[in-house]
């Protein structure tokens, strides 16, 4: 373990309260070692210290703990809902499904099928149909000045 690993695990240490965790042991055994992360630790511990010390003389305000009861009694719980929001919340499901269901049916009945007998046919009727040519020439350098500016083969002259 070095340094800066010794200092992260060790800024969650509380001094007279940690002093026996195994979790600290090899960061406490760092401390012995390294004597500018000791001193560090001597200046956290020191801070901690102090905290708790100005927090234990603060003196609690009378009547806290009850007025921190009754808050709880009076609060709204917000996972409480009124009586008709599941029946509704049902319903409006159930609807939904039902409209979901019979748009999804009438999409597949107004559908053309998609097999391969719906595809030869399609293809079928392409081939069979009537179709041109843009362009109806015999001539190969027509085609070569028509379709060359179209191409990412140019030859540069």
Known sequence: ???EQAKAILQHYRPSIDAE??????????VQRDPELAQWFTEHCASYEAVRRALRQTPVPA??????????????????????????GAVAVIVLTVIGYALY????ATMQPRDFAAYLQTITRVAAGR????IATADMTLCVAILLP????????
């Open 1 to 3: 373990m070095n340094t």
């Open 21 to 30: 965790e195994p979790y600290f042991r090899e960061a406490l055994e760092q």
């Open 63 to 88: 009547g806290l703990f009850e007025g921190i009861l009754k808050a709880r009694r009076r609060s709204v719980r917000w996972w409480t809902q009124p009586a008709w929001v599941a029946p509704v």
């Open 105 to 108: 049916w009438h999409r597949s």
């Open 131 to 134: 179709y041109t040519m843009a």
């Open 150 to 157: 179209h191409t990412a083969l140019r030859t540069t002259p």
